[in-house]
């Protein structure tokens, strides 16, 4: 069966400081991953997906099919990136998302 | 452009009564889902459709039902509520079953049954 595993519920860190917000999945085909962010007050949105190899707002994903992990990373992490991230598999028409972590940037 | 729109955003229900969160979407998007976030939990799917008069079940169809009459609407059925519904609720859409991975969510809405 397919899983999204997200280990951590709860991310603090300064600003400034590199930020991995960790993803692994389970799933026999061939994967279709995507991180989705919640700011405060905000929609559920789309941040990246791993197809495009795209980099938005400093973002970046990369993903592992040995470690079966998608992990989230930006390196120098800002104010602003305080907010609940989720990380998603597509199979199919079906999505399933992660528990979600919540990161705090300490100014 | 409203997106996607959920009604109501809180509701209180008492055990076994019954009730319908509405959403609409102006997108033109042929795929609609509805999730189920409990506290701690990832969403879960409930039911989708991929286009009106086509629905499907997810993860966690039982206690509810949907209907698709036109693209623009996906109401979602609470028939017999009971605590175990209390949830927060979010419907979303996408153009082609989220190939771009893109799904577009409403605001939620946050049930309680009591």
């Known amino acids: 069966a397919q899983r999204v595993t997200q280990p951590e519920k709860l991310l603090s860190v300064f600003k400034g400081a590199p930020v991995e917000l960790k993803c692994n999945y389970s799933?026999?085909?061939?994967?279709?991953l995507f991180w989705y962010v919640q700011y405060s007050r905000q929609r559920l949105q789309l941040l990246l997906r791993?197809?495009s190899r795209e980099s938005i707002k400093g973002f970046t994903a990369d993903l592992n099919k040995g470690e079966t992990s998608f992990h989230l990373k930006k390196p120098f992490a800002q104010e602003e990136d305080s907010a609940m991230y989720y990380c998603?598999?597509?199979?199919?028409?079906?999505?399933?998302f992660g528990t979600g972590t919540s990161l705090t940037v300490i100014p | 452009n409203a997106g996607v729109t959920q009604t109501p955003k809180f509701r209180i229900l008492k055990i076994g009564q019954s009730m319908t969160l509405q959403c609409t979407q102006d997108?033109?998007?042929?795929?609609m889902y509805w999730y189920r976030q409990d506290p701690g939990m990832g969403l879960k799917l409930i039911y989708y459709?991929?286009?009106?008069?086509?629905?499907d079940k997810g993860e966690v169809p039982n206690g509810y039902n949907v209907s698709r009459s036109t693209t623009e609407d996906f109401p979602l059925r609470l028939e017999l509520a009971a605590p175990s519904q209390t949830s927060v609720y979010f419907c979303?859409?996408?153009?082609?079953?989220?190939?771009?991975?893109?799904?577009?969510f409403g605001e939620g809405s946050r049930l309680t049954v009591l």
């Open positions: 979303a859409s996408s153009s082609s079953g989220g190939a771009t991975g893109e799904l577009f």
């Open positions: 799933y026999s085909g061939s994967p279709e």
């Open positions: 791993h197809i």
């Open positions: 998603a598999l597509r199979v199919g028409n079906q999505f399933y």
């Open positions: 997108m033109n998007h042929n795929y």
């Open positions: 459709s991929v286009g009106a008069g086509i629905t």
